[in-house]
């Protein structure tokens, strides 16, 4: 067909369909890193447009070395993603005969991502645990590997609700209240009413959010029930 | 009388229906230190015997992780050993990924043997110079295998390959009918008394010398090295001092009866 030709049918209201590799099943994650614990949440509603396909399918990945990694974006690239590392952590603990650091996976991971630059995991990631030194660590991931360590980060579909509250409350901009660091009771009372507030504003966050605390005594796993309409 | 001329090829085989160079590859394997196996209802264990080059030097480790329920020891070419080995790790991982279960002990023994074979039916090449005991726990229970440089693999309840093994082989088969029903500690001093045998005259089991692997029910792949044996070694001498011209079950008190004084 010539250039005109598809002009002509675009006024009359032709539309061309081509099969898409990527979906967006919605949810919404935060990680916070504090003193000595990490916190990674994400909440375990799976969308597809307006319909729900799970009240249950967990975004947040548990590794070996003690990280957790949190998705959104497309679930399929999230799931598969953890499964990759699972295996490259295991390949680690083969030829060097010791758990993965967390830096160490955090660098990797950018390299995993950007090896698919141009076919890239739809996956916004979060990636927390302890660094070498027992202190919370948490990084942040574009889709295309682009990374850095930072103090606390919200990220899908609610991730523009949850960021300015975890900024006030954890980071406390805009506020002119003593600058205590963040204990563990206090990161948990904002990660559950972050969610909270997301879900009753995004319809694509709610159910229930899984939150994953992870200190030197290991991870500990907490469900939180979230509103389900 | 013409194996000269018949033996520098795989690929040739002499008029008696021998192929020489397998055979030479299962001569590196009784080169290398003595391994044991041996395994019960609920637990595969493996024994080594480490080497080392110098005084100065470390012990060539010859255990090999390949899973959370799969294990192995080596005895012949160590670097044979390590690219094995990375098969079988990758076998292993690719398994879970596919079928979201762990790879069954008997596929990946096959798929080993296979591969060996290959190596000895293919012009340019040589067979792999590496004996392999693989211990594997799975819904089948325990495994115990023997892989070979000829493609060749065998199952086992006890076995012992590598130098001076014999002496391994004579204690296991004296004693394997207990092995069944033993608890995890028995089967490792069992082991070690047939480790034990292997051994030089003027040479014993220590610390730095042997290594331990372990897997079984509940029991993810380990390998016990350094001051963690002194347990199973401590246990291992009460047990040969016990031991008379009957083997002794471990824990059995030798000190003497005391005496009825009435």
Same mark, same amino acid.
């Given at each position: 067909?010539a250039?005109?030709?598809w002009?002509e049918?675009?006024?009359q209201?032709?539309?061309q369909?081509?099969f898409?590799p990527?979906? $967006?099943n919605g949810?919404?994650?935060?990680a916070i890193?504090g003193e000595?614990?990490?916190l990674?949440a994400?909440d375990?509603?799976?969308?597809?447009?307006y319909?729900i396909?799970?009240r249950?399918?967990?975004?947040? /990945?548990?590794f070996?070395?003690g990280?957790v990694?949190a998705t959104?974006? %497309? +679930?399929?690239?999230?799931h598969?993603?953890?499964?990759?590392?699972?295996?490259?952590?295991?390949?680690?603990?083969?030829n060097h005969?010791?758990? %993965?650091s967390?830096?160490?996976m955090?660098?990797?991971?950018?390299?995993i991502?950007?090896?698919?630059?141009?076919?890239?995991?739809?996956t916004?990631n979060?990636?927390?645990?302890?660094?070498?030194?027992?202190?919370?660590?948490?990084?942040?991931?574009? =889709?295309?590997?682009?990374?850095?360590?930072?103090?606390?980060?919200?990220?899908?579909?609610?991730?523009?609700?949850?960021?300015?509250?975890?900024?006030?409350?954890?980071?406390?901009k805009?506020?002119?209240?003593?600058?205590v660091?963040i204990?563990?009771?206090?990161?948990l009372?904002?990660?559950?009413?972050?969610f909270?507030?997301? &879900?009753?504003?995004?319809?694509?966050?709610?159910?229930?959010?899984?939150?994953?605390?992870?200190?030197?005594d290991?991870?500990h796993?907490?469900?939180y029930?979230?509103k389900?309409? | 009388?013409?194996?000269?001329q018949?033996?520098?090829?795989?690929t040739?085989?002499?008029?008696?229906?021998?192929?020489?160079q397998?055979?030479?590859?299962m001569?590196?394997v009784?080169?290398?230190s003595a391994?044991?196996?041996?395994?019960?209802k609920?637990?595969s264990?493996?024994?080594?015997v480490?080497?080392?080059a110098d005084?100065l030097?470390?012990?060539?480790?010859?255990?090999?992780r390949?899973d959370d329920?799969?294990?192995?020891?080596f &005895?012949?070419?160590? !670097?044979?050993?390590?690219?094995?080995?990375?098969?079988?790790?990758?076998?292993?991982?690719?398994?879970?990924?596919l079928?979201?279960r762990?790879l069954?002990? /008997?596929?990946?023994?096959?798929?080993?043997?296979?591969k060996?074979?290959?190596?000895?039916q293919?012009?340019?090449g040589?067979p792999y110079?590496?004996g392999?005991l693989?211990?594997?726990?799975?819904?089948?229970?325990?495994?115990?295998?023997e892989?070979? =440089?000829s493609?060749?693999?065998?199952?086992?309840?006890?076995i012992?390959?590598?130098?001076?093994?014999?002496?391994?082989?004579?204690?296991?088969?004296?004693h394997y009918?207990?092995?069944?029903?033993?608890?995890?500690? $028995?089967?490792?001093?069992?082991?070690? +008394? &047939?480790l034990?045998?292997?051994?030089q005259?003027d040479?014993?089991?220590?610390?730095?010398?042997?290594?331990?692997?372990?897997v079984?029910?509940?029991?993810?792949?380990?390998?016990i090295?350094?001051?963690?044996l002194?347990r /199973?070694?401590?246990?291992?001498?009460? !047990?040969?001092?016990?031991?008379?011209?009957?083997?002794?079950p471990?824990?059995?008190?030798d000190? =003497?009866?005391? %005496?009825d004084t009435?």
């Open positions: 067909m250039p005109q030709d002009m049918a675009e006024k209201g032709a539309v369909h081509a898409s990527y979906t $967006d949810g919404t994650s935060l890193a000595d614990f990490c990674v994400a375990t509603r799976q969308s597809e447009g319909s396909n799970s249950y399918a967990p975004k947040a /990945y548990k070996s070395n990280a990694l959104s974006g %497309m +679930h399929a690239d999230g598969t993603l953890a499964k990759r590392l699972d295996q490259r952590l295991e390949w680690y603990e083969h005969g010791k758990k %993965m967390v830096g160490a955090a660098q990797m991971l950018s390299t991502l950007y090896q698919k630059r141009f076919f890239p995991y739809y916004f979060i990636l927390g645990g302890l660094d070498e030194n027992g202190k919370g660590a948490i990084y942040t991931y574009d =889709p295309v590997g682009s990374h850095e360590r930072e103090g606390w980060r919200a990220a899908g579909s609610g991730g523009s609700l949850v960021q300015p509250f975890l900024d006030n409350q954890i980071g406390h805009h506020q002119q209240s003593p600058q660091p204990t563990l009771e206090k990161a009372k904002v990660a559950k009413d972050a909270s507030g997301a &879900a009753e504003r995004d319809i694509y966050t709610g159910d229930m959010a899984e939150l994953f605390i992870i200190t030197k290991g991870v796993v907490e469900q029930p979230l389900r309409d | 009388m013409f194996r000269n018949y033996d520098s090829d795989i040739t085989w002499s008029p008696q229906g021998r192929i020489h397998i055979e030479y590859a001569e590196a009784k080169q290398g391994v044991v196996g041996l395994k019960s609920t637990h264990v493996l024994l080594v480490k080497r080392s005084e030097a470390s012990y060539q480790q010859k255990l090999l390949i329920h799969l294990g192995l020891a &005895a012949g070419l160590t !670097s044979d050993a390590r690219v094995l080995s990375n098969f079988m790790r990758t076998e292993a991982m690719n398994s879970r990924m079928y979201g762990p069954p002990t /008997y596929r990946i023994v096959n798929a080993v043997a296979n060996a074979q290959t190596n000895t293919r012009y340019g040589r110079g590496v392999l693989v211990a594997g726990y799975d819904d089948a229970g325990a495994h115990l295998y892989c070979s =440089p493609g060749n693999f065998f199952d086992y309840v006890a012992a390959i590598g130098a001076r093994s014999q002496s391994a082989k004579t204690y296991l088969e004296k009918e207990s092995f069944e029903e033993s608890s995890l500690d $028995d089967l490792v001093v069992h082991g070690l +008394h &047939a034990a045998d292997t051994l005259q040479k014993e089991l220590n610390l730095n010398n042997c290594s331990v692997g372990i079984g029910a509940g029991t993810k792949f380990a390998t090295d350094g001051d963690e002194q /199973y070694l401590d246990l291992h001498a009460q !047990s040969a001092r016990a031991r008379g011209a009957a083997p002794a471990v824990g059995e008190s000190a =003497p009866a005391p %005496m009435e």
